[in-house]
């Protein structure tokens, strides 16, 4: 994956939404998507430790796929019997507009900004590529202020390199706002042929299928899209209906097996597909664990009701949109510091076959895991506090004006 690329001493490499259904908050879901973003971001993390070069956590970028099935599942929840009207669809995109777009913003700031202190202080260059080059010349920048670099108008990745998935989510929402407005009742119709086309596109012209981002990335978004949200448009009822009686009777036997083997099914497939043709079918196994968790019927969906799940799944987008930033600048400091103590933190390593510049393995690279999980959380509640939440009210305000 060629994320890993950003990740080096000089340079600095979804759910974008609540998981709400009939007013209901799906929290199982919520914590899903905050477990997956910390998958995205060990996958990202370059150690020669045991975790960052095992098979499950190298081929965690399909965790994104989770995203796009999600997000596909609770728009459509929320919104398939209320675009019928020229101002809903533009209250609607003000808001989806809202919920990605100040933070991916404020992420290109610092990514700016530092780009700007390598260029005043030339000791920060190391031996990466000049400021201003590579992945983050300003022709690139352009194209990520427009939200374009997910769509095919780049030729790698760029700047907030994970950003990509939320460039092709918001066309993604533009396009499910267009059908269902234009279709309405028939607009799973259109549903049902992007997620069979868009597979069968992946494989026909992508070399590395699912493994695509600045390429192919809307169209791998629009396969997990649609998939999530007929899922929705078929069973949210049948879901609502299911989870008001687990409510009251409590967590049953027979769910929690099937929520333990759906677990170590996700964790198989994961291990074994992510580097073969076989992680095509990511978002059906996805679209599957989602229906079995949107109903929180057994004991690990009551566990993913604590609180401190309930915290990561409210913090999943800002997870995923800082992490790179923060790994990137650990990189940087423990590059300092090795410089300074003459300590062996960090160096030229082997990731998943591929060189990359990170911490080491044994102790170094458990550590660096440790602080970078602490460190990402700990900014994430930063910018979800004083960045999404207040964004999302202003835009929510905003819309109501039209």
Request: glycine share 8%; net charge neutral; hydrophobic share 55%.
């Amino acid at each position: 994956m060629t994320q890993a690329a950003f990740l080096n001493p000089s340079d600095a490499v979804v759910s974008t939404h609540a998981g709400t259904i009939a007013g209901e908050r799906f929290q199982v879901l919520d914590s899903w998507r905050g477990i997956c973003a910390l998958l995205v971001a060990l996958f990202h993390f370059p150690t020669a430790s045991a975790i960052s070069q095992s098979s499950f956590i190298g081929s965690s970028y399909l965790f994104v796929d989770f995203f796009f099935v999600l997000s596909g599942f609770v728009i459509a929840s929320s919104y398939a019997d209320r675009l019928n009207q020229p101002a809903e669809v533009a209250r609607f995109a003000l808001v989806r507009f809202g919920r990605i777009y100040p933070l991916h913003l404020i992420m290109l700031a610092a990514f700016a900004g530092f780009e700007l202190l390598r260029l005043m202080l030339p000791q920060l260059h190391g031996t990466g590529a000049a400021p201003f080059t590579g992945g983050f010349d300003l022709k690139s920048l352009l194209a990520n202020l427009l939200l374009l670099q997910g769509m095919g108008f780049e030729d790698h990745l760029t700047w907030n390199a994970p950003s990509w998935s939320i460039s092709a989510e918001f066309f993604a929402y533009l396009l499910f706002a267009g059908v269902v407005f234009i279709a309405g009742a028939r607009a799973w119709i259109w549903l049902v042929a992007a997620a069979v086309t868009a597979p069968l596109f992946l494989l026909g012209f992508s070399t590395h299928h699912m493994d695509v981002s600045y390429d192919f990335g809307f169209i791998r978004c629009l396969y997990g899209f649609s998939l999530g949200a007929l899922l929705a448009w078929f069973q949210h009822d049948s879901i609502a209906g299911a989870r008001q009686l687990f409510a009251t009777s409590g967590p049953r036997l027979s769910w929690t097996l099937a929520e333990i083997v759906m677990v170590a099914v996700i964790v198989a497939f994961v291990s074994l597909a992510g580097g073969n043709d076989f992680g095509i079918a990511a978002p059906l196994v996805f679209v599957l664990a989602l229906f079995l968790f949107a109903h929180e019927g057994g004991w690990i969906s009551a566990s993913l009701r604590a609180p401190f799940m309930l915290t990561l799944g409210a913090l999943s987008y800002s997870i995923y949109m800082v992490h790179i930033f923060v790994q990137a600048r650990l990189i940087n400091v423990a590059g300092l510091v090795e410089h300074k103590l003459g300590l062996g933190l960090v160096g030229d390593i082997v990731l998943r076959g591929s060189p990359a510049t990170g911490f080491g393995t044994g102790w170094a690279g458990t550590t660096a895991i440790v602080v970078m999980l602490v460190a990402t959380i700990a900014a994430s509640w930063i910018t979800w506090r004083f960045i999404e939440m207040p964004a999302m009210a202003w835009f929510r305000r905003l819309s109501k004006r039209i």
